[in-house]
């Protein structure tokens, strides 16, 4: 069982101490290989903005050559995923949100389906649970199953450690529980009617050249029948609301593509699909 803890903060705190914690608790349950991940100490470039990785696919990045696909096969080669990172200012620090926006490809093609996530993160006072209900959000839109939260204030009151040791050990019962159970989860509505809409969106627009689209098609997502990314069960409620989407998203994908597909997101690519001089 291999886990892997991304550490997104700029130094080893109190976030390593925790993590520290939680792969001692982890080990005395069970057996697991836990290595981690420090963004720190790695090399990321920022993130451009530049929509390559969507269109033309991740490849086509203009950054150039540093650690993206390094973190990419530790996480594909992981079982089990563990966000962790403190909050800073209300959110997470920028070496992780810089983390998320350099594989935020993965959000257009998902693929960590199979794969167990959880997310931990220390604070002061508060927002912790602001971090880690982004770390479900990225998560899940990745593909994984996203299992748990942990929440930790590491303020220095008497007793602390007691309590805070009391909430690690029901985390690792719940990830090994998740690790050693059914790999996925059940799709949540959201995650249908998301489904939904890209598959609508790649059917109309057909373009060929666009890197999104030709993942969707090498994954079977583009088939009649196919109603997500992986066999399951969708109840009659979430099927019934996809299809009510569907019918008044094809119009207007239909009248976003009318033309050449390929030119439409080309317009996007080079910031021309707004032009405000035509409203005077």
């Known amino acids: 069982m291999r886990i892997l803890a991304i550490m997104g903060g700029p130094r080893k705190g109190y976030g390593t101490m925790i993590m520290q914690q939680l792969e001692y608790q982890l080990k005395l349950l069970q057996e697991v290989e836990f290595e981690y991940l420090y963004l720190k100490d790695l090399h990321l470039e920022q993130c451009r903005g530049c929509h390559n990785c969507f269109f033309k696919g991740e490849d086509k990045c203009p950054v150039g050559k540093d650690d ?4 990419f096969n530790k996480i594909d080669q992981a079982d089990g995923v563990i966000f962790m990172a403190p909050a800073y200012a209300l959110h997470i620090p920028a070496l992780m949100k810089n983390f998320f926006d350099r594989l935020s490809y993965i959000f257009h093609r998902p693929c960590f389906f199979g794969k167990i996530a959880i997310g ?67 799709p949540s509505l959201g995650s249908v009617l998301g489904f939904k809409v890209r598959k609508t ?65 080309n317009q996007y690519l080079k910031l021309e699909s707004l032009n405000f001089e035509i409203i005077g």
């Open 120 to 186: 931990v993160c220390n604070c002061g006072i508060a927002d912790a649970k602001k971090v880690t209900n982004y770390f479900n959000q990225v998560a899940s839109s990745w593909g994984f199953n996203f299992v748990h939260r942990l929440e930790i204030r590491t303020m220095p009151i008497e007793g602390a450690e007691t309590k805070i040791v009391k909430k690690i050990k029901t985390t690792c019962k719940v990830f090994l529980e998740a690790l050693n159970g059914k790999r996925y989860q059940k």
């Open 201 to 265: 969106q790649h059917k109309i627009a057909r373009d060929e050249t666009n890197a999104d689209y030709k993942y969707w098609f090498e994954q079977g997502w583009l088939e009649d029948d196919k109603q997500y990314y992986f066999d399951t069960r969708i109840g009659i409620s979430k099927r019934i609301i996809a299809g009510l989407l569907n019918l008044f998203l094809k119009p207007q994908f239909k009248k976003m593509f009318a033309g050449d597909p390929q030119h439409v997101y």
């Open 68 to 71: 993206r696909d390094i973190i």
